[in-house]
């Protein structure tokens, strides 16, 4: 998906950059920066800053000092071509993999030799960091990687209505059903007991 092209996707709400990290992969917590509420749609990504900082928390800063101009329209697009890979992969569906190989091809990174003295060689892969789409490319990468390795079985969406997140099910028994037990799982308790409690009150002789 071009930038250009990206749907706008607005903050219903005062701009609150807290992000979630409920994924259990990087490319479903990129997803995740945007969240459908009651009001509407809250985009945790405000700014270039705002990317900038989701990266570093990521674990995946390419660059240093401030952001480059531009990476927040870039990033917007990235993470809609990723939320649509995701939903077809999900569903079987064809993939359509032109704009996410653009953005692959547009970061530039490459394997480099290193030699250092008691450690011998080592391999190591370097990523540029000028361009939006330098500064992505490992999300980018990240989001392939998924697509061709990641058991898509266990890749989910929050089973509560009102939740939007994804997530990759780690758990031992494979039975996740939430984005987070102190989030949707236990609103769905509360109202599991709420309604539990109000067919006892029905049931009762008056």
């Known amino acids: 998906m ?20 409920l994924g ?24 270039d800053a705002d990317v900038s900082a989701w990266l570093a928390l990521s674990g ?21 071509t990723v939320r649509e890979l995701v939903v077809q992969r999900k569903s079987g ?3 359509a993999l032109s704009e996410l190989n653009r ?3 547009a970061g530039g990174s490459h394997l480099e030799l290193s030699e250092t003295q008691g450690a011998g060689l080592s391999l190591a892969r370097r990523y540029p960091s000028k361009t939006p789409a ?7 990468e990240a989001a392939a990687d998924l697509l061709v390795h990641g058991d898509f079985g266990l890749v989910r969406k929050c089973e509560s209505e ?4 994804w997530f ?22 509360v109202a599991a007991f709420r309604q539990r409690e109000a067919a006892d009150a029905t049931a009762k002789p008056r």
């Open 2 to 21: 071009n930038a250009a092209h990206a749907p706008a996707v607005h903050s219903s709400e005062a701009h609150a950059p807290e992000f979630r990290q």
């Open 24 to 47: 259990d992969h990087v490319a479903l917590d990129m997803i995740n920066t945007v969240e459908q509420g009651g009001a509407g749609p809250l985009d945790r990504w405000q700014s």
């Open 60 to 80: 995946l800063a390419a660059g240093q000092g401030a952001a480059p101009a531009g990476l927040l329209e870039i990033a917007r697009s990235l993470r809609e």
């Open 93 to 95: 569906a064809p993939l």
């Open 103 to 105: 953005a692959l091809a």
């Open 134 to 140: 330098q500064w992505l490319l490992p999300v980018a």
């Open 162 to 165: 009102a939740c939007s997140l």
């Open 168 to 189: 990759y099910d780690r758990t031992r028994s494979h039975k996740r059903r939430w984005c987070s037990m102190a989030l949707c799982g236990n609103r769905h308790k």
